[in-house]
């Protein structure tokens, strides 16, 4: 059997239908009974079998509940640990460590103990280098140095999976950019869904990488089924500045695109401001610093490991994503 941490999850939901299409026998883990209403949503995006989703067996366990947590480990074979607390707030960074780092840790843990045949950890591009035209595997952490409190976590978590490859477990780390894909409209990439169809005013010159959902968990089921093991790979299909997607997706709903430059200097003051926001007015932040300069930054990333270890994998086109996205949304609104 499969354990799926993060089933509720956009990549989790996704990974969810991929492997019950394929008939295998899948156990999820959840934090609150309500989120899984939206693991049935995804579903009903791409099937009316309902039959596809009552093959799941759900199992409440968060990743800092051993007990419950080790239930879940019960006759399985396989992990994918797709669970995992997305903030970008410093207020959160305890929370962020205690779910994604001690979190992980604990999935790790469980790993040996059950003799897991393979670990499949779902990371960030994040965790990557930076220092370069173009971004590859082998770029490595450089410390703490512009990073954001959730990438921190993530790098942290990284170094729980490669300890557990010491240990006896074999794994893979996946690396996506920012995913693309429908059901999870109040977080992620989903947001940007909801800030085009208010028409945002508002773009920057920054760059980075973007994916499907379905390449995602298509490279993920692929890699673990592979010989692959105790590597890194990124997920991205195409490298595109903020712009090129924030106005494809206004095109696709109907609606005005960003016109107005948010330059550096004005990112600047506005996260400022944002701090000064959250402290008066004690509510989470928007805009952080690191935030600000990742959204004026230029990162391109290079998908060829993937594509090579993968024979025949091949990234559907960004704006094909978006707009079969966008259909959905238009409809979910």
């Given at each position: 059997?499969?354990?799926?941490?993060?089933?509720?999850?956009?990549?989790?939901?996704?990974?969810?239908?991929?492997?019950?299409?394929?008939?295998?026998?899948?156990?999820?883990?959840?934090?609150?009974?309500?989120?899984?209403?939206?693991?049935?949503?995804?579903?009903?995006?791409?099937?009316?079998?309902?039959?596809?989703?009552?093959?799941?067996?759900?199992?409440?366990?968060?990743?800092?509940?051993?007990?419950?947590?080790?239930?879940?480990?019960?006759?399985?074979?396989?992990?994918?640990?797709?669970?995992?607390?997305?903030?970008?707030?410093?207020?959160?960074?305890?929370?962020?460590?205690?779910?994604?780092?001690?979190?992980?840790?604990?999935?790790?843990?469980?790993?040996?103990?059950?003799?897991?045949?393979?670990?499949?950890?779902v990371s960030t591009i994040a965790t990557l280098g930076f220092d370069s035209e173009t971004i590859s595997e082998e770029m490595h952490w450089q410390g703490n140095r512009n990073q954001n409190v959730y990438a921190i976590s993530k790098y942290g978590a990284e170094m729980e999976v490669w300890r557990g490859t010491q240990e006896g477990v074999p794994a893979v780390i996946v690396n996506p950019g920012v995913i693309i894909g429908p059901g999870c409209w109040n977080s992620g990439s989903g947001l940007l869904?909801?800030?085009?169809?208010?028409?945002?005013?508002?773009?920057?010159?920054?760059?980075?990488?973007?994916?499907?959902?379905?390449?995602?968990?298509?490279?993920?089921?692929?890699?673990?089924?592979?010989?692959?093991?105790?590597?890194?790979?990124?997920?991205?299909?195409?490298?595109?500045?903020?712009?090129?997607?924030?106005?494809?997706?206004?095109?696709?709903?109907?609606?005005?695109?960003?016109?107005?430059?948010?330059?550096?200097?004005?990112?600047?003051?506005?996260?400022?401001?944002?701090?000064?926001?959250?402290?008066?007015?004690?509510?989470?932040?928007?805009?952080?610093?690191?935030?600000?300069?990742?959204?004026?930054?230029?990162?391109?990333?290079?998908?060829?490991?993937?594509?090579?270890?993968?024979?025949?994998?091949?990234?559907?086109?960004?704006?094909?994503?978006?707009?079969?996205?966008?259909?959905?949304?238009?409809?979910?609104?």
């Amino acid at each position: 059997m499969i354990l799926v941490t993060g089933g509720t999850g956009l990549v989790g939901s996704h990974l969810l239908f991929q492997l019950t299409k394929k008939g295998q026998n899948v156990r999820a883990t959840y934090r609150r009974f309500s989120t899984i209403e939206n693991v049935k949503t995804v579903f009903s995006y791409y099937t009316k079998d309902v039959a596809l989703f009552e093959r799941i067996e759900w199992i409440e366990a968060p990743l800092n509940d051993i007990g419950k947590l080790s239930e879940a480990f019960v006759g399985i074979s396989k992990v994918y640990h797709c669970a995992a607390c997305i903030s970008f707030d410093p207020s959160d960074y305890r929370l962020l460590r205690n779910t994604n780092i001690k979190g992980t840790a604990n999935v790790v843990n469980l790993c040996v103990k059950y003799q897991i045949q393979k670990l499949c950890y779902v990371s960030t591009i994040a965790t990557l280098g930076f220092d370069s035209e173009t971004i590859s595997e082998e770029m490595h952490w450089q410390g703490n140095r512009n990073q954001n409190v959730y990438a921190i976590s993530k790098y942290g978590a990284e170094m729980e999976v490669w300890r557990g490859t010491q240990e006896g477990v074999p794994a893979v780390i996946v690396n996506p950019g920012v995913i693309i894909g429908p059901g999870c409209w109040n977080s992620g990439s989903g947001l940007l869904f909801k800030l085009a169809q208010k028409e945002q005013p508002y773009f920057t010159n920054g760059v980075t990488g973007f994916v499907a959902v379905r390449d995602v968990t298509t490279a993920m089921i692929e890699l673990m089924q592979s010989d692959h093991r105790n590597e890194r790979f990124i997920l991205v299909s195409e490298n595109k500045s903020y712009l090129e997607i924030m106005t494809t997706i206004a095109t696709n709903l109907k609606v005005k695109p960003p016109s107005k430059l948010a330059s550096k200097t004005k990112l600047e003051w506005a996260w400022r401001l944002d701090w000064m926001a959250s402290k008066f007015f004690r509510r989470r932040r928007r805009l952080t610093k690191p935030l600000a300069l990742t959204l004026n930054t230029v990162y391109r990333y290079d998908n060829s490991k993937i594509k090579s270890a993968l024979d025949g994998f091949e990234f559907q086109p960004i704006s094909e994503s978006l707009s079969a996205t966008c259909q959905i949304f238009s409809a979910d609104f």
